[in-house]
C-alpha cells in the first residue's frame, strides 16, 4: 500500500499514475480534496512569463512539465471523462507608462538570454491583440507558449480518474501521525487507525511541515504564503479578453465559461486566509488600470489561498533519506517517507512531471535526473 497525504493536484495526480500503474493507492485529504491551493490558483502555466533571474536551476524542470500539460490534459480528460479546458492562445504582458516599459524591456532581454521565445510588440501591437486593454498602454510582450488549463476543471477530473482506476480518496480525513520506525516509513493513524505502508508521500502543501512524527530535522521548510483573488464576470456574447494578460501588479485570466480571475496578492500572512479591504482595493485598482472595461463587470467570488513556498521558492520531490525500490525498502533515516510539496506559485504547472517523477521512483526505484537538484536533503545543512 502507498499512502498519499494530501488530496490536492499532486497528490491526486500522483494517486492516478500509480493507481493506473496497478498499484494499492490511498489518498488522505483533511478537507474536501483540491480544496486548497489548487482551487485557490489561476491555472496559468506561465514558464516563461514568470521566470526570474535567481530561479534558472528551476527553470528546466518548468519548461519540460509545461510541455508535458497538453498531453496530461488529454489522457486525463480521456480517463475520467470530463473537460479541463486547456487553452494555448498564448500570454500577453503589457507595460502602462514608461517605467513599466523599462522594467518590461529588462525581463524581456533577461528571457531572450535564457532562450525563450517572446515577441516584443508596441503598444498599437498590443491592442490590436487585446482591443479592450487601456489605451495608454505603451508596450508588451507576447509570449506563444505559455498557457492556461482550467484548475479547478482539472482537479474534479483528477479525482474522477483515480477513483476510476482503483485508488482509495478518503476526504475529510485527517492524518494524525506519520509513523516512522526502526529507520523506515511504517504507515500513518487516522482517526485512531493504523493504516500500513509501504511508502507514505507527503503532498499536504502549506500543512507540509506540521504533521506530527516527522522527525525534526526531516521537516519539510515549507510555510504559507497567503494569495488574495476574485473573479468577475464579463459578457458571454463578448468576453473583454481572450489571452492571459499580466499588467503591473496584476494578473487577468479569462475563463471559457466568462468569468475572469483576477490575482494576486503575496502575503505573509501564516495560515490567515480572510479577505482585507486593501487586498481586494488592490486587485481591482491594478486590473482596473489595465483593463478599465472590468469597471461595471458584477463580482462573482473572493477568496484566498496559500501557497506552499519554500526557502528557495523550488519544490521537495523526492526521497528525504534511504532508499525505495519496487521490492521493498532499503532501511535509512526515514525510508519510503517521500516529499511532493512545497510547489510555491507553480503547483499547476508542475503537476504532470511531479506525478511522473514520484511515481516512477516508487515504481521502480530509480530518481530521475530532472528531479535530483529538488531532493529535500538539499536543505540537510
Not at 508588451?140 to 483515480?162: E, I, T, W, Y
Not at 476574485?230 to 465559461?257: F, I
Not at 510547489?343 to 535530483?372: C, F, M, Q, V
Request: glycine share 12%.
Amino acid at each position: 500500500m502507498i499512502v498519499i497525504v494530501g488530496g490536492g493536484i499532486s497528490g491526486l495526480a500522483i494517486g492516478w499514475y500509480l493507481a493506473r500503474a496497478g498499484r494499492a493507492v490511498s489518498v488522505f485529504e483533511r478537507d474536501a480534496a483540491g480544496r486548497g491551493a489548487t482551487w485557490a490558483a489561476a491555472g496559468m502555466l506561465a514558464a516563461h512569463v514568470e521566470a526570474e533571474p535567481g530561479e534558472e536551476r528551476l527553470l528546466p524542470l518548468l519548461l519540460e512539465s509545461r510541455a508535458m500539460w497538453a498531453e496530461f490534459g488529454r489522457d486525463l480528460e480521456a480517463a475520467s471523462g470530463l473537460a479541463v479546458d486547456y487553452r494555448d492562445e498564448g500570454t500577453l504582458v503589457v507595460a502602462l507608462d514608461r517605467d513599466d516599459t523599462e522594467r518590461l524591456k529588462f525581463s524581456y532581454d533577461y528571457h531572450r538570454s535564457m532562450g525563450l521565445e517572446m515577441e516584443w510588440l508596441s503598444g498599437a501591437e498590443a491592442r490590436r491583440l487585446e482591443p479592450h486593454l487601456a489605451s495608454g498602454v505603451a508596450a508588451g510582450v507576447f509570449s506563444p507558449l505559455d498557457h492556461q488549463v482550467d484548475n479547478r476543471k482539472v482537479v474534479v477530473a483528477l479525482k474522477a480518474a483515480f477513483v476510476k482506476a482503483g485508488g482509495a480518496l478518503r476526504e475529510h480525513a485527517e492524518v494524525e501521525e506519520i509513523l516512522v520506525e526502526g529507520g523506515a516509513v511504517r504507515g500513518v493513524l487516522v482517526g485512531g487507525e493504523r493504516v500500513e505502508a509501504e511508502a507514505v508521500v507527503i503532498a499536504a502543501g502549506a500543512w507540509s511541515r506540521n504533521l506530527k512524527g516527522l522527525p525534526d530535522h526531516l521537516r519539510p521548510p515549507v510555510r504559507p504564503v497567503k494569495g488574495q483573488m476574485l473573479s468577475l464576470v464579463m459578457p458571454a456574447d463578448a468576453p473583454l479578453l481572450r489571452h492571459v494578460v499580466w499588467g503591473p501588479g496584476t494578473c487577468l485570466v479569462p475563463r471559457k465559461d466568462g468569468r475572469l480571475f483576477v490575482g494576486a496578492t503575496v502575503e505573509e500572512m501564516s495560515f490567515d486566509t480572510n479577505m482585507t479591504a486593501g487586498g481586494v482595493y488592490d486587485l481591482l485598482r491594478r486590473a482596473w488600470e489595465t483593463l478599465p472595461g472590468i469597471y461595471d463587470l458584477p463580482i462573482d467570488e473572493m477568496w484566498a489561498g496559500l501557497r506552499p513556498t519554500s526557502r528557495d521558492d523550488a519544490p521537495l520531490l523526492g526521497p528525504v533519506s534511504g532508499t525505495l525500490t519496487g521490492a521493498g525498502e532499503v532501511v535509512g533515516e526515514a525510508a519510503g517517507l517521500i516529499m511532493a510539496t512545497g510547489h510555491h506559485r507553480n503547483g499547476i504547472l508542475l503537476a504532470p512531471i511531479t506525478a511522473r517523477a514520484i511515481s516512477h521512483y516508487i515504481l521502480t526505484g530509480e530518481l530521475g535526473e530532472d528531479i535530483k537538484p529538488f531532493a529535500p536533503t538539499r536543505f540537510a545543512a
